[in-house]
């Protein structure tokens, strides 16, 4: 589910840049005049006398958007349900980091414009468009690991959900208490038919366009309406049973293939599937393709001449917007992530470092589709319109090249993992500290020609990616072994000590290279309870003598700081460090090196 979704706003985005960039021209063109002029057109629906009347620009706003976070419901109802979301340790990092990543900018725009006719904008610069987000780090490919799209996608959904409630409280202009009501016995009767497991999609519909209505009459805004529908429609995981049933229907169809064997089978199939799943698989790209490159085109569109670029230059709004997103999303989401893993509240969903984690919480200054709609809701002046929208616009692109610039750096320092504190003046020892002993951890033939000791973090995603080819450099050269010494970066990586506890306690069991490439094929699943999972599988008892281990992989690091260690992986051939690339290659014309003769 979470790799679809991925896939699908990612591969979106350029459809989305797309729209934005006709919007410009449109706006920008000989035609500029029509621009405005086509989006105010007036349309709608009549029932006898009674009418109900939008102008294009709302209809997609107010209208077609609530599709849009109807989805974002949805999602939220799968992720809390069956998904990431169930796992409160995972939810408490990016939650806060949302949170920050919301204050801060609001706080800098105030900063800005408070008491001016702009203080009401506050809310544009708070939101993150997960769009161009996942498409940028989709462009950005192995620098952005699964890890970061999962840590981001769960911030992008609190930071919305936070955002709809916002607009909510405090972009409703005024409130008609009949229509409210109405609206809430509405709900009511859609939440009965769910209780009563009636699950037929025309009385949902109908019920749910009345909904709308409602809300829209009401003065609250409609899209309030999709984020709640999409959190109560039902989600399971398929239960044996279903599973089953669908199993014989289609093995019945095997064995006489007829259209009503294939109709059984299907229906037993997507019977299988949760509504909730089915929904998005059928939603998700009208939504990316269709609704929001549509919102882009009809709000996307500024004039961009010399008058509106330098009354932009000089106007807080602007500024305020454009600074709310890169400055002040970036030390909010920082903030925010750095706080909960330093109490312990939480931890990350995988082997992350900080300057994936930086770039990350850089790349969520692109804000859009959110920071538009808030645009038309808190500003009537056109002129305060275009100066947020350029602000938009500048404050995304400057967010989305400090993300790059970040990923780019944190790429390029070759590959290894290291605290901030890890590059010290002195010059550091090239040699190992202490020698290869009885006490380690071997793989290999004990009279090899060749030794590899690594200084390695289970949780650090360079040795992840190291160890199919230290394993490959074995399988060809039967002289070489190989040492692991543990290295665990606790300020970087909070699940890598007890990982590391929970490999000693099964290198008691003769089992230590069991549970080391165990973790390192789950690298993004580390918690207690996947640990525990873990040692079960191996007959392992994971805390059985906590202090002993802790004691042992002490041992560990002290050599490996005595030896220079400073980052992850480190490796020393032959008791001497190896400064090569983590490549094949590079580790083979070593290992061949230390064979020729002197």
Request: proline share 6%; net charge negative.
């Amino acid at each position: 589910m979470l790799r679809a979704f991925l896939r699908t706003e990612a591969g979106s985005t350029t459809v989305l840049l797309a729209a934005t960039v006709l919007a410009l021209l449109w706006a920008n063109s000989p035609w500029g005049d029509t621009y405005e002029a086509f989006w105010h057109t007036t349309t709608g629906i009549s029932f006898g006398d009674a009418q109900f009347t939008l102008d294009l620009r709302h209809w997609v706003n107010d209208g077609l958007m609530t599709v849009f976070f109807f989805l974002i419901g949805l999602e939220v109802s799968y992720e809390v349900r069956l998904g990431q979301l169930r796992d409160r340790r995972l939810i408490a990092v990016p939650a806060v980091a949302a949170l920050g990543g919301m204050l801060v900018p609001a706080g800098l725009y105030l900063l800005l414009n408070w008491g001016g006719p702009g203080a009401g904008g506050w809310g544009v610069p708070i939101a993150t468009d997960t769009a161009f987000v996942l498409g940028l780090l989709a462009v950005a490919g192995a620098r952005c690991p699964d890890p970061l799209r999962a840590f981001l996608l769960t911030l992008a959904i609190v930071d919305d959900v936070l955002a709809i409630i916002i607009i909510a409280i405090f972009y409703t202009a005024e409130l008609s208490v009949v229509a409210l009501i109405t609206a809430a016995l509405l709900l009511a009767a859609i939440m009965t038919l769910r209780w009563l497991k009636i699950w037929r999609a025309p009385a949902y519909i109908v019920l749910g366009f009345a909904l709308w209505v409602a809300t829209l009459e009401s003065g609250i805004h409609p899209t309030l309406v999709g984020i709640a529908l999409g959190i109560l429609v039902f989600v399971y995981a398929p239960t044996d049973h279903k599973l089953l049933l669908a199993g014989e229907a289609v093995q019945e169809f095997t064995v006489e293939p007829t259209a009503r064997a294939a109709r059984a089978a299907a229906l037993r199939v997507q019977r299988a599937v949760s509504v909730n799943e089915r929904l998005q698989l059928r939603l998700h790209p009208w939504s990316s393709y269709v609704i929001v490159p549509v919102f882009a085109l009809a709000n996307a569109g500024v004039r961009l001449d010399g008058e509106t670029l330098r009354a932009a230059a000089t106007s807080p709004i602007a500024i305020g917007v454009a600074a709310g997103l890169l400055l002040g999303k970036f030390v909010g989401i920082s903030l925010g992530t750095w706080l909960p893993l330093r109490f312990g509240w939480g931890v990350l969903p995988g082997n992350l470092v900080w300057g994936q984690l930086l770039g990350g919480a850089a790349v969520s200054g692109i804000g859009f589709t959110v920071a538009l709609f808030i645009v038309e809701l808190a500003f009537e002046d056109p002129a305060l319109h275009d100066q947020a929208k350029i602000g938009i616009l500048a404050g995304s692109l400057l967010s989305a090249a400090l993300g790059w610039l970040i990923f780019r750096l944190a790429w390029d320092r070759g590959g290894v993992c290291a605290p901030p504190e890890a590059e010290p003046a002195e010059d550091l020892p090239t040699t190992l500290a202490v020698p290869v002993g009885p006490g380690d951890h071997v793989r290999g033939p004990a009279k090899a020609k060749i030794t590899i000791v690594e200084y390695g973090d289970f949780e650090c995603p360079y040795c992840g990616r190291l160890q199919p080819i230290l394993e490959e450099v074995l399988r060809k050269n039967p002289d070489v072994r190989l040492v692991f010494r543990h290295f665990p970066l606790r300020t970087l990586h909070p699940r890598a000590a007890p990982s590391a506890i929970v490999a000693e306690a099964a290198a008691d069991q003769g089992r230590f290279w069991e549970m080391h490439d165990i973790l390192y094929d789950n690298q993004r699943y580390l918690t207690d309870a996947d640990l525990e999972h873990y040692a079960t599988e191996l007959g392992v008892e994971p805390w059985s003598d906590v202090a002993r281990h802790v004691a042992r992989i002490g041992v560990d690091e002290a050599s490996g700081r005595d030896g220079g260690v400073r980052g992850t992986p480190t490796l020393f051939l032959n008791g001497v460090r190896y400064e090569g690339g983590h490549d094949l290659d590079s580790i083979t014309r070593a290992v061949e090196e230390l064979r020729l003769p002197a």
